[in-house]
């Protein structure tokens, strides 16, 4: 691969991140330039996955297929194998500069792939993916925790504790993510609470139906539940601080940014008494920026 075709294939990664990468791209603007394109090329790397499991035209044999053909795709360019694929190229060089396991980019895959095993709603009621929070946290393992554990690589760390802290910042977010995207994940067929969980509230999937979810008194019988999560998700976030100490310093910048824009979005679900069903819950691109700026601080600090 020549430099001209590097930096293109790094270009092209770097509009999908900035395109769909809504709170992760702030963090990115952070880092240094070469990490900054090694995090857009595995967060290209990642959508395209993600685009191909949620594709509607494809059904679910089809979507197992491609996800198969794309980590086959990256195997072959990993061991050196030429491509044209500007995304896949951006990837092996990032794999290789940072010296990112193979098996985590697998693992990503996989962890795109795990909404295609949830069995279909009945009628407008959604099914519990998971039985216990231990259920629970394997699914945000790969889906998130595996994610964290190819940032550190970018970051940079030298303690081996700094994967197990990592592995809890990305259960943080995406315990943050549940419970923001409530509504929308029930309306896909998806409930992402523990069945435990719901019957310590006196919840059944149910309470999760369209109807339901419509109506605001019984949408007010969740905050429990939610409150519940959302304790459980701070808790995570305490990881976090640590693992802020144990990464290089160019990267921390780049690392507070992020936890700081996930931790105020479940500050703002907090102040709105739980409330993720009226309208979705979000921060302004006026606060990610009032971030980033705090994040450059404590880049040059």
């Known amino acids: ?11 092209v990664c770097k509009g999908v991140a900035r395109r769909e990468a809504k ?83 697998e693992k990503l895959v996989y962890g795109t792939s795990m909404d295609l095993q949830i069995p279909p709603p009945s009628g407008d009621v959604p099914p519990i993916l998971c039985n216990t929070f231990e259920d629970l946290k394997e699914y945000c393992y790969y889906v998130a925790s595996v994610v964290g554990l190819v940032c550190i690589h970018i970051f940079g760390y030298d303690d081996k504790k700094a994967e197990f802290l990592a592995e809890d910042c990305g259960l943080a977010f995406q315990l943050t993510n549940i419970l923001r995207d409530v509504k929308e994940d029930a309306a896909m067929g998806r409930i992402y609470f523990p069945a435990d969980d719901l019957a310590r509230f006196n919840l059944t999937p149910e309470h999760f139906s369209k109807s339901a979810l419509a109506d605001p ?30 990464i290089h310093e160019d990267s921390r910048g780049g690392l507070w940014v992020l936890v700081e824009i996930y931790s105020r979005l479940l500050k703002k679900i907090t102040e709105r008494n739980y409330d993720v069903f009226s309208e979705r819950v979000s921060l302004s691109t006026w606060e990610k920026l009032t971030v980033v700026a705090r994040g450059f601080i404590l880049r040059i600090a």
């Open 217 to 246: 008194t019984q949408a007010q019988q969740l905050q429990g539940l939610l409150e519940f999560e959302a304790e459980r998700a701070r808790r995570y976030y305490e990881s976090a601080k640590w693992l802020l100490e144990l």
């Open 23 to 105: 709170n992760f791209y702030y963090g990115f603007l952070v880092l240094p330039s070469d990490k900054r394109n090694a995090f857009c090329a595995v967060y290209a790397f990642m959508r395209h996955a993600d685009d191909l499991s949620d594709d509607p035209n494809m059904d679910i044999p089809q979507k197992r297929q491609k996800l198969d053909d794309w980590i086959e795709a990256a195997r072959q360019v990993f061991a050196g194998k030429p491509t044209d694929d500007p995304v896949l190229m951006a990837v092996a060089d990032t794999q290789q500069k940072y010296k990112i396991p193979q098996e985590l980019f």
């Open 1 to 11: 691969m020549t430099h001209d075709q590097i930096t293109h294939a790094y270009a």
